[in-house]
């Protein structure tokens, strides 16, 4: 009998915010704008994406559409989402 797997959502291992804030690092890290955009879905999912709609103002719907693969959130929109989740961001000089 062939084991079935399920497909892994990492949301459901962001379960403190530690473990958020070393997510949304490593996606900044990339440098890929998709990946970040995707990253912050994942971690909105794993928050609520109905408590973050509530925060930003914005449906449900529209932020699932932004944070999926195909979706290209605004700035406002990835703005709103991050102080929605307690999530910033810092310049800093590369070398």
Known sequence: MAEKIAPY?????L??????AIFMAEAFETDDPAYIAHALGVV???K??????KDTGLS???????FS??????LKTTM??????G?????????
């Open 15 to 20: 379960s403190s915010d530690e473990a958020i």
């Open 80 to 85: 709103a989402v991050m102080k929605s989740l």
């Open 87 to 95: 999530v910033g961001l810092t310049a800093k000089v590369q070398s």
């Open 9 to 13: 959502d990492p949301a459901e291992d």
């Open 48 to 53: 609520g994406m109905t408590q973050i709609a």
């Open 44 to 46: 909105a999912r794993a």
């Open 69 to 74: 693969e195909n979706g290209n959130p605004t």
């Open 60 to 66: 449900r719907e529209q932020l699932y559409r932004s």
